[in-house]
Structure formats: structure tokens, C-alpha cells
């Protein structure tokens, strides 16, 4: 398996946010982390991430296991992530924020930079051809001189997940990709989501609560409660699961 959650517990002094959960994710899926506020995703995540040490457990990511792993070694293991809230340099254009992505992940110094050796130019220009390709996939080439902060939250988010794309990830993390867009932007995006995995060779896991758009992406599901997995398995089948559907009555959001 591709990746492998096997009895994860973590507690936060006297609260379980995670109580032996296990459960596996196929290569080249989307895969989506499902459940109601406070349900453990986005600790899930930080684990993946290593963020945090479970008290129990482990996650094998091809093989390895992670909690031997810090997380800037996660990283070079091939797992990237974007988060909830973009953070991107918003004064920059859209070239320069995923150049920076790239230059972190090449830990290139700065001082070498700037003395422009000539293992550095080559270094740069290779670095550049590579974002350009990035940006061609993602269908922003024609943006990459304008500033981030001209273009629309939709166009924003792409770029932000393009960031994360930059260190060429075997698993991508998303978190709430969606959130904060509205339908059109949310459609548009999903598109683009479920093209990722063809287009850059990642599986992809993510978290989001708008419902259309995970039914809609994932091949996989898997849904906690609690802290607790209480299905994983097709849209259908999780759509279909009493416990889910019991899990969801009095929650804002329908499975629909
Ligand atoms: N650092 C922390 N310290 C203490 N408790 C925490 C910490 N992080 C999360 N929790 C608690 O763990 C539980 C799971 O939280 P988590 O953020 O993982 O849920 P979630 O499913 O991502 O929720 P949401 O959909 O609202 O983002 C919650 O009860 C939360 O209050």
C-alpha cells in the first residue's frame, strides 16, 4: 500500500483526537479525509505532516515509516502539503511565489545567489524552466508577471497548490482547498483537482467539507468521528453508511 495508517492514537492531554485509526490510501488516487468539526482530520494531517507524534501507531508511506522522519525530511520523502489559509506573497508575482517554493526545497544560499557562481546560473535557469513548465500545467504561464495580489481567490489557490507542486511530491495534502470559493470558483478548481494526479504523477489526500466537490473527485473516502474511522470506502458506499449518514443529521452540510 501506498500509504498505511495502522492504529494511530494520539491524545491531547485528557481529549483523544485520534483513537486507533487505520485505514489505506491506493497510489494515484484522490483521496478524500471526511467528518464533522473537531472529527481529527486536520490532526490526521499534522501526523502525516509530523507535526505531531503519535502515542500509538504508525504511517508507512511507501514502505517507511514516517515517525522516524522530521518534518523538513517528510518533505524530501515526497510529501508536500498547501494549507488552509494561502500564504503566498502577495506583492510578488505569480513567477517569483513559486520560484520561492523552489528555492526553499533547493535551500539554495543566498549569499551564493547573489555572487552568482556558475553552478547557480545554471542552477537558476534550470529552476526557472522547471516553474514555467509548472505554470504551462496549471494553465497560469500568461500570469507569471503579474502580482498575486491583482489576480482572484480562485486563480490565488492554484498558485498556492502550485507552490506545493514545485518539490515534484509523491503525495500532495490539501486542506479545505475549496473553502472560502464559491460555486463557479469551487467547480472550476475541482477540474483542475481531479486532473492533478495524470498531469503530475501525485495521489492526492485531502480534507474538505463541501460535499458536491468530494463525491464528485475521490475514488476513496475515508470518514472520522470522534477520532474514531467509521467508514472508509467508494462515494457510494460511504453516502450510503448508516453510521456516516447518522455521523452528518443536525451538521450543516448534506451528503449529497
Ligand atoms: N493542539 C491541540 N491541543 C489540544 N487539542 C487539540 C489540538 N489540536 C486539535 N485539538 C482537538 O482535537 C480534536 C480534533 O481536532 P481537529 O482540528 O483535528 O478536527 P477537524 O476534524 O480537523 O475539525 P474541523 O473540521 O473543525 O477543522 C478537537 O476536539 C480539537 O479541539
Not at 8 to 37: D, H, K, W, Y
Not at 145 to 162: F, W
Request: glycine share 8%.
Amino acid at each position: 500500500m501506498f500509504l498505511k495508517f495502522d492504529q494511530v492514537t494520539l491524545r491531547f492531554s485528557g481529549l483523544t483526537a485520534l483513537s486507533n485509526v487505520s485505514f489505506g490510501v491506493p497510489e494515484g488516487a484522490i483521496f478524500s479525509l471526511i467528518g464533522p468539526n473537531g472529527a481529527g482530520k486536520t490532526t490526521l494531517l499534522n501526523c502525516l505532516s509530523r507535526f505531531y507524534t503519535p502515542q500509538a501507531g504508525s504511517i508507512l508511506f511507501q514502505d517507511q515509516n514516517l515517525f522516524a522522519y522530521k518534518p523538513q525530511q517528510v518533505i524530501d520523502l515526497g510529501i508536500s502539503r498547501s494549507f488552509q489559509n494561502i500564504e503566498l506573497f502577495k506583492g510578488l508575482t505569480v513567477e517569483e511565489n513559486l520560484l520561492i517554493g523552489l528555492h526553499k526545497r533547493l535551500q539554495t544560499s543566498t549569499l551564493a545567489t547573489a555572487l552568482r557562481f556558475p553552478s547557480m546560473r545554471k542552477k537558476e535557469r534550470e529552476a526557472r524552466a522547471f516553474v514555467y513548465e509548472i505554470m504551462e500545467q496549471l494553465g497560469i504561464a500568461d500570469l507569471a508577471c503579474k502580482s498575486v495580489s491583482q489576480l482572484p481567490y480562485g486563480i490565488q489557490k492554484r498558485i498556492d497548490i502550485g507552490r506545493a507542486l514545485v518539490s515534484k511530491p509523491k503525495l500532495l495534502l490539501l486542506d479545505e482547498p475549496a473553502a472560502g470559493m464559491n460555486e463557479s470558483e469551487s467547480m472550476e478548481l475541482g477540474d483542475w483537482i481531479a486532473a492533478l494526479p495524470e498531469r503530475f504523477g501525485v495521489t492526492v489526500m485531502m480534507i474538505e467539507h463541501d460535499m458536491t466537490l468530494v463525491m464528485r473527485l475521490s475514488q476513496r473516502i475515508a470518514v472520522l468521528e470522534f477520532g474514531k474511522l467509521i467508514a472508509v470506502g467508494t462515494p457510494s458506499e460511504v453516502q450510503n453508511n448508516p453510521a456516516v449518514i447518522a455521523a452528518y443529521l443536525g451538521e450543516e452540510m448534506e451528503l449529497a
